[in-house]
């Protein structure tokens, strides 16, 4: 198969097998993952209401997830319950989850190629980045907000890369923010950007105000510390 000529078709042909080899215990089951270490989606529509007043509860115990009204609360959850109320639990957790793996192999292709990678290259690192063994341990764990902020990791980067327009930064840098331990990554890349990626402080504007998103975490890892 060429990835030249129809090569966009190939690319998304590659990195949707990729993605269904990942979730073929989910997407060919009957209903969702349940009583396994922190997955909480929830069994039925009405679930999701109750798992909203859980998760929205003020900050408790000494572990910083414990801070139940970070960020990726306040933007997954409202997601979660208009999707289950369209679709229902399993339909809605099948769509998200192909979202989430594909979003990461576009993100890292293009991160690639803005680097000046060759097509296969750049295809084989997209791939390499959706089932790398971090997404795949998150993914059975059903940490599907730090997911997410994985796959929205190397589009952050690749906007700044880029040079594209600012508004483009501040909403990948703002969707990590769905997971608090992405503050570090983010920091570190922009850090590497600016020595080594001739990414100037004054082309980064986008990218700070989007870090501003991490500000409730980090007041809520306070409190819970």
């Known amino acids: 198969m060429s990835l030249r000529g129809g090569g966009a ?12 080899a990942i979730l073929r215990p989910i997407l060919f089951s009957a209903g969702v993952p349940a009583l396994r270490h922190d997955w909480i989606w929830p069994l039925t529509p009405g679930g999701v209401a109750a798992a909203m007043l859980n998760l929205s509860a003020p900050v408790v115990g000494t572990n910083w997830n ?3 009204w970070l960020p990726r609360i306040d933007v997954v959850q409202p997601l979660v319950l208009l999707a289950n109320a369209a679709a229902g639990p399993a339909i809605a957790l099948r769509v998200l989850l192909l979202a989430i793996l594909l979003t990461a192999s576009v993100g890292a292709y293009r991160l690639a190629k803005s680097y000046g990678a060759r097509e296969a290259p750049a295809l084989l690192a997209a791939l390499w980045y959706t089932a790398a063994p971090f997404a795949v341990v998150e993914l059975v764990a059903g940490h599907l907000w730090i997911l997410a902020a994985y796959a929205a990791f190397p589009h952050a980067v690749e ?3 880029a040079r594209r327009r600012w508004y483009a930064a501040f909403f990948w840098f ?4 769905i997971d608090v331990h992405f503050l570090g990554f983010d920091l570190l890349a922009m850090l590497a950007l600016a020595l080594v990626g001739g990414v100037r ?3 980064m504007g986008g990218a700070f ?4 998103a991490f500000v409730p975490s980090l007041i809520g890892v306070a409190f819970a510390a």
């Open 201 to 203: 402080p004054r082309e």
């Open 66 to 68: 414990a801070a139940g």
């Open 159 to 161: 906007a700044l890369l």
């Open 174 to 177: 703002a969707t990590t923010a």
């Open 209 to 212: 105000a989007g870090l501003c």
């Open 9 to 20: 078709l190939a690319r998304v042909a590659a990195m949707a097998a990729v993605a269904v």
